[in-house]
């Protein structure tokens, strides 16, 4: 899958790039961070403020990306999520890319589906994907047609989030399903939504959630100021599998979302240019002017578990790392 990946986006002019491991942000905000000690009795400041790792390469990218207008990388990602299930891990690879000069998501969704059906048809004819089929013993039917599923000549199912939800509660109120969780406008969809959107229409994007839902980097979407132009990419089985959106590219406008989102506490030049969070850099590269872009992300290991028919995302990892396991 990596080849694929360096072939896929060579060919069509993207740039690999390395963004740093170590990061003086938060990229999602959500505070489930890894701080950085030298000593390990605890941050110690020696790069004198607090520093974590990585939950995102996304903002490096999109700085990079203002030089280099088409980017990617594949690089570990690091989360202090508490969620001990079959979906997570706390140290994962994560495929990020950017774009500059795009103005609605068409481009982006564009260019994930093309992605995701490079990937799959370069496994359907590898010998690894030969192996794969072997060694699937009875769940060899399962795994050819999810593949198959993925390459059909039809273009993947778009749909808004608000159709989502309409959607949704229609399923429920005909009996066609018992969610645990009744969909409701303003809440992000739970994994039995994702499920079942994507058991009806196969890969489905489901776009312009609520703005205030989503992170602070997000543009709004056009023509209506409640929502923000961002897509999620849900499979079956798996659920979500890759997400993105299109990004601020305004400086005031960005520094108003990051106000609004309790990034910016206290006052004076720091708090005003996101000083106090370590995203002043990512701020004042909009200062002077910058370009419509956007990008998405993948957690790679989770495409590998549906392509492959295994169950547990521990499993396809060689050294799993979750909330209470770091053994080796």
């Known amino acids: ?28 905000g959500a505070g489930e961070v890894f701080a950085v000690s030298s000593n390990g009795k605890g941050v110690d400041h020696f790069f004198r403020t607090p520093k974590y790792l990585t939950v995102s390469s996304q903002l490096h990218l999109e700085a990079l990306a203002a030089a280099l207008p088409r980017v990617w990388t594949l690089s570990p990602t690091f989360r202090a999520e508490k969620s001990d299930t079959s979906r997570h891990l706390s140290e994962f690879y994560m495929l990020e890319v950017e774009l500059s000069f795009v103005e609605t998501l068409d481009p982006l969704l564009d260019v994930t589906e093309d992605m995701v ?104 979407s056009h023509g209506d100021s409640r929502t923000v132009a961002c897509f999620d990419l849900l499979f079956p089985v798996v659920g979500e599998l890759i997400g993105g959106s299109l990004r601020e590219h305004r400086y005031e406008e960005l520094v108003q979302n990051m106000r609004s989102h309790g990034l910016l506490p206290g006052g004076g030049e720091a708090a005003s240019s996101g000083g106090e ?33 295994v169950g547990n995302i521990r499993d396809v990892v060689a050294f799993p790392r979750w909330v209470g396991r770091c053994d080796a």
């Open 1 to 28: 899958m990596s080849q694929t990946l360096t072939s896929f986006f060579a060919q069509n002019e993207f740039v690999q790039c390395y963004p740093p491991i170590i990061t003086s942000s938060n990229c999602e």
């Open 117 to 220: 059906r490079r990937l799959v048809s370069a496994l359907r004819t590898s010998r690894v994907g030969q192996d794969i089929l072997v060694l699937s013993g009875d769940m060899r039917p399962e795994l050819e047609a999810r593949w198959e599923g993925l390459v059909r000549p039809e273009g993947w199912k778009r749909l808004t989030y608000s159709s989502a939800i309409q959607i949704l509660r229609a399923a429920a109120e005909e009996g066609k399903v018992e969610f645990q969780f009744p969909a409701s406008w303003g809440e992000g969809l739970q994994s039995e939504h994702e499920k079942y959107l994507a058991g009806l229409y196969g890969p489905v994007f489901v776009t312009d959630y609520p703005r205030e839902i989503k992170p602070f980097y997000m543009l709004p």
């Open 277 to 309: 969070t370590g995203l002043r850099w990512y701020t004042e590269l909009r200062k002077y002017g910058s370009s419509p872009h956007g990008g998405f992300g993948m957690g790679i290991d989770r495409l590998i578990c549906y392509l492959s028919g």
